[in-house]
Structure formats: C-alpha cells, structure tokens
C-alpha cells in the first residue's frame, strides 16, 4: 500500500539520531548503520511526501539529516526545558501529524534511583510529549482540521523490567495520557495512539540489551526470539 502524505506537515520528535555501525553488535555482514526510530520515522513521512520538522537537541544529527533529506526543517531543542520548548515550538505553524518520539533512558537499580535521573526522564519522556501535544493540537482545533498524534511507549510499560524504574514509569504514564488525549481530542477528529516497541538496537537500546540476563528474559517473550535492529535487513 503507497501512502501519500503530500500536502501535511509533521512534526517528529528526537529525530535526529545515527547510531554506531550495525558491526558494533556483531553482525559482520550489516553495512547499515543503525538509526534511532526517530530519524527513521522522519525519512519515512518525507519519502511519503510530508513537509517535515526533525526535533533533535544533537545539531550533527540535524545537519547530516538537512542533508539526506532535502527541504526538511531542522530544530535542535532540548524538550526537558519547558521554557526553551515554548520559545521555539510555540508559533511552529500548522501541524498535521505529530510523533512523540523524544526520550532518554538512565537505568538505576531501584533503590539507587536518584532525583536527578527521574527529574529528567519525567521531563523528557512524559512532560514533553503533554506540552508538544497541546501546541500542535491546539492548532489542528483553530484551523478546524483533523490530525493525527502518535506516542512511542515501550514494552517497558506493561512488563516489569529491572533498573528501568524511571523509563517505565514515563511509559507507563503516557500509555495513559494516550489514552486521556484520544478521548478528549477525538470528539475535534484528532486520533491519538502509542506504539510499543520492543528492544530496538539502537544506542538507546543498547543501554539494557548488554546485561545477559536481560536479553535471555525479553528474547524468551519475543516470538521471533529476537530483537529489532538493521540486521532484520538480512
């Protein structure tokens, strides 16, 4: 099926990300180099004919992907400062479809959880994802036009993982809030909904996959007995 998003502008949060070379996980074969899902997202809404505006607070992830994607419109922010998110999101224009893809991950054993990680898990992975939505939904209400709104969870919030107390819980709370904005926003033709990924290679993901054990659990629930990664290329 060929989707064709000409006309509508997207908005994709933590867009900007290439990760090590796929080697870096032992596939010797793979040339590809790994990418976060927020970049590939992006490729994949401008190569469907959508005008798109990457979110990344990494400026050499924008200018590689300003140059692989032309006419796309770069922001570099960082979405856990609510101050600097409204000074530069806050007149972005019309947004049609908007993917809540921005995130970060600090595994800390349970009890070594620290004020620190969780304030800046919660602003970044929950506090964001509410204010983005209420700028672009906001505007979507003005111009009396339908849209679209995608929040990526994570299996981490509906199975216990360990060290991810702070991640989990933002995941958690979003799948939520999804649920939250769908029922308020859908009476404006505003659909929300959340993907949940499984463990993706990226360096993000990388972060838990190296613990043996870990690994062991999730592939024994994963019915391809694998994670996602460029090596599915093969």
Not at 205 to 231: I, Q, Y
Request: hydrophobic content about 40%; charged content about 20%.
């Amino acid at each position: 099926m060929q989707i064709n998003f000409s006309g509508l502008r997207a908005l994709v949060t933590g867009a900007g990300k290439v990760e090590q070379w796929a080697v870096a996980l032992g596939c010797r074969r793979c040339l590809y180099p790994l990418t976060g899902i927020g970049r590939d997202t992006v490729k994949a809404l401008h190569d469907s004919g959508a005008k798109v505006v990457a979110v990344s607070r990494t400026k050499e992830d924008l200018v590689s992907l300003s140059k692989e994607l032309p006419g796309l419109e770069p922001i570099c922010l960082d979405l856990g400062d609510w101050e600097a998110t409204e000074h530069a999101l806050g007149n972005i224009g019309p947004i049609d479809l908007l993917v809540n893809n921005a995130a970060v991950l600090l595994p800390e054993p349970f009890l070594e959880v620290s004020k620190e990680a969780f304030d800046r898990t919660i602003s970044v992975n929950l506090r964001s994802v509410i204010q983005v939505s209420q700028m672009v939904a906001r505007g979507m209400i003005a111009r009396g036009v339908p849209g679209s709104i995608v929040n990526i969870s994570s299996i981490s919030s509906r199975s216990a993982i360990t060290s991810l107390t702070s991640y989990g819980s933002t995941k958690g709370a979003m799948d939520i809030v999804t649920k939250i904005m769908a029922l308020e926003l859908g009476p404006h033709k505003i659909r929300v909904n959340t993907v949940h990924p499984t463990v993706v290679l990226t360096n993000m993901g990388k972060k838990v996959s190296a613990r043996p054990e870990f690994v062991k659990t999730m592939k024994a629930r994963t019915p391809l007995g694998k994670f996602a990664g460029a090596c599915d290329l093969h």
